[in-house]
């Protein structure tokens, strides 16, 4: 049913049938015309052949008989015999002898076509075919020039055409009939011909068709000659070719999206015209794209970065690779580090990858600070024991005044090696190399014993250091460990807590989970400095922290072993 529709709407069907019927058609009706006229011209030849022999008998007869009456009495007997008109004209065109009609009655001859051509002919011969308005026919009529002295100087022989043309009718009725059903064969055949050749190729243009919205590995099944078949086997194995190849791109795209959507950089792919090609979801991240489908759209629609802008048309008109860092301007400020790469030579777009580098440069920041710090926190103790050795060196007579710097460069010495032996032992924490015995221990036991190792230092700076609700719990821990952070948040408790102010440590367990916890009721930290507490040497005031000593560096140990 689907080639019949297809069959009625396809226009090689109907090129092809109407073509073909069209050559047919105009084919027979020519042979059928030239066939009609040649037959009715050979037809005239013969009647006009055969008047010409008449013509010539009646001459001989005319040329050996001088009586009239004799004459008439054989053309009657040659009329009987032969079914023509005889007629005999004088040379001024008077009509002598007709064998039906009264020549007394007749016109004058003279310029009747037949007659004024014999005349003119040198064989002495005239033909016309006309219709006569004496016997109401259509007549063929031949004359003849006699020779001689005879009075009679034409024989004109005459014949009616209506049996010819009778037969002729008839004739051309059979050949335009024979013509009608050759053509009604012929327009069957070219009907068959041009379904047999438009109904595979219908069906490979459907096939097509399906292929080019997506149907790939669409077969088709086709009957016909040895070519046909071939052409749709090709198909079919080109269908098949394809569906693998897109299966394959399709499989190597979508391997392609998953590795660019997993990045932890952005990717971003522009053409010519700066049309997003693609976007991973980092890059909609990183740029704030609010919108969810970004490919298509112009990529100055989705951000309005200045900057960034510019090093896209830089990079368009230098047609090279380009990379540069800009700060991000919105709700989240971060610096991105850029790359664009052209696609292809000459750039028919660029390839965008986004580096978040924020938490880098954090990080570098930290460093070029942590060196500092370090640098102030060496130079501090170490300007301080120079200087008492140096006036050491110069000779102190006074015992009170020596042994006061002498105590000086031990106390400094004392600081440098807490902070050498704090330094240290972050190092081993952040490096992984620190080895932890975990075993199940009291964290009340714990507790107990970081207030009695803390309780002179507390009372000679007259705070209270209490211990707070305990419940017998163990936890699988390392004891140094536990001892280190326990030690290190109990001495920031008592030195940024004024006098008679309390540090409270209590531990116990919610849900089944074990925790300690240590609380004072010191100055406490800005909101906008929590962030930034567990950084090495980080200090809220300055000043009163290094009044109060310590290396900088205690919470940090706590954040790494934790």
């Known amino acids: 049913m689907r080639y019949a529709r297809g069959m009625w709407r396809s226009r090689l069907f109907w090129n092809l049938f109407i073509t073909t019927g069209l050559l047919v058609f105009f084919s027979v009706a020519l042979l059928g015309f030239v066939i009609t006229n040649r037959a009715q011209e050979n037809e005239l030849k013969q009647i006009e052949q055969s008047l010409r022999d008449k013509a010539a008998f009646c001459r001989e007869i005319i040329r050996h008989s001088e009586e009239i009456d004799a004459i008439r009495a054989r053309l009657i007997a040659m009329i009987r015999e032969q079914r023509a008109r005889i007629t005999l004209v004088t040379s001024e065109g008077t009509v002598v002898l007709d064998?039906?009609?009264?020549?007394?009655?007749?016109?004058?001859?003279?310029e009747r076509p037949e007659i004024r051509q014999a005349r003119q002919s040198s064989d002495g011969y005239g033909t016309s075919t006309r219709y006569s308005t004496t016997v109401?026919?259509?007549?063929?009529?031949?004359?003849?020039?006699?020779?001689?002295?005879?009075?009679?100087?034409f024989v004109r022989v005459a014949l009616s055409l209506s049996t010819i043309e009778q037969r002729i009718a008839f004739f051309q009725l059979i050949v335009w009939t024979t013509s009608a059903v050759t053509v009604g064969v012929a327009l069957i055949l070219a009907f068959w011909l041009a379904r047999r050749i438009s109904a595979p190729l219908n069906e490979l243009?459907?096939?097509?068709?399906?292929?080019?919205?997506?149907?790939?590995?669409?077969?088709?099944?086709?009957?016909?000659?040895?070519?046909?078949?071939?052409?749709?086997?090709?198909?079919?194995?080109?269908?098949?070719?394809?569906?693998?190849?897109?299966?394959?791109?399709?499989?190597d795209r979508q391997r392609l999206r998953a590795v660019l959507g997993s990045m932890v950089e952005g990717v971003v792919a522009v053409d010519e015209d700066q049309?997003?090609?693609?976007?991973?979801?980092?890059?909609?991240?990183?740029?704030?794209?609010?919108?969810?489908?970004?490919?298509?759209r112009h990529f100055w629609e989705l951000v309005r970065q200045r900057r960034?802008?510019?090093?896209?048309?830089?990079?368009?008109?230098?047609?090279?690779?380009?990379?540069?860092?800009?700060e991000w301007a919105g709700p989240d400020s971060r610096i991105?580090?850029?790359?664009?790469?052209p696609l292809g030579m000459p750039a028919r777009g660029f390839v965008l990858v986004f580096h978040d580098v924020t938490e880098l440069?954090?990080?570098?920041?930290?460093?070029?600070?942590?060196?500092?710090?370090?640098?102030?926190?060496?130079?501090?103790?170490?300007?301080?024991?120079?200087?008492?050795?140096?006036?050491?060196?110069?000779?102190?007579?006074?015992?009170?005044?020596?042994?006061?710097?002498?105590?000086?460069?031990?106390?400094?010495?004392?600081r440098l090696e807490l902070l050498i032996q704090d330094m240290l032992t972050l190092g081993r924490i952040e490096s992984a190399s620190q080895i932890f015995y975990r075993q199940p221990l009291s964290l009340a036991k714990i507790v107990q014993g970081c207030i009695e190792r803390q309780s002179d230092r507390a009372s000679h700076l007259n705070r209270r250091l209490e211990l707070g609700s305990t419940e017998d719990v163990l936890a699988w821990v390392d004891a140094e460990a536990m001892r280190d952070i326990l030690d290190n948040l109990v001495d920031n408790g008592i030195k940024y807590t004024p006098e008679n102010g309390r540090v409270v440590v209590s531990c116990g367990q919610i849900n089944g989970e074990p925790?300690?916890?240590v609380s004072d009721s010191g100055i406490g930290i800005p909101e906008k400095d929590l962030p930034r507490i567990f950084e090495r040497f980080y200090r809220v005031d300055k000043a009163r922290s290094r009044e109060m000593g310590g290396t900088g560096l205690g919470l940090a140990i706590v954040k790494h072993l934790v």
């Open 99 to 110: 064998s039906h009609e009264d020549p007394m009655m007749m016109d004058n001859h003279r």
């Open 136 to 153: 109401n026919q259509s007549m063929m009529y031949v004359a003849i020039r006699m020779a001689g002295d005879s009075k009679i100087e």
């Open 205 to 251: 243009a459907h096939g097509a068709e399906q292929i080019g919205e997506g149907g790939f590995g669409t077969k088709v099944y086709v009957s016909g000659s040895y070519e046909v078949e071939k052409l749709a086997s090709t198909f079919n194995h080109m269908s098949e070719r394809l569906d693998d190849q897109f299966q394959q791109l399709d499989a």
């Open 275 to 296: 049309k997003v090609l693609f976007a991973n979801q980092r890059a909609v991240s990183l740029l704030d794209i609010q919108t969810g489908n970004p490919e298509g």
């Open 308 to 326: 960034l802008l510019e090093i896209i048309h830089h990079a368009f008109v230098e047609q090279k690779p380009y990379q540069e860092e800009i």
């Open 336 to 341: 991105l580090l850029v790359h664009l790469n």
């Open 361 to 414: 440069r954090h990080l570098e920041q930290m460093r070029q600070e942590f060196i500092a710090n370090v640098s102030h926190e060496l130079k501090t103790p170490l300007s301080v024991i120079l200087a008492a050795a140096e006036t050491l060196e110069c000779g102190v007579d006074e015992e009170k005044t020596r042994n006061r710097f002498l105590r000086q460069i031990q106390d400094q010495g004392a």
């Open 515 to 517: 925790f300690v916890q």
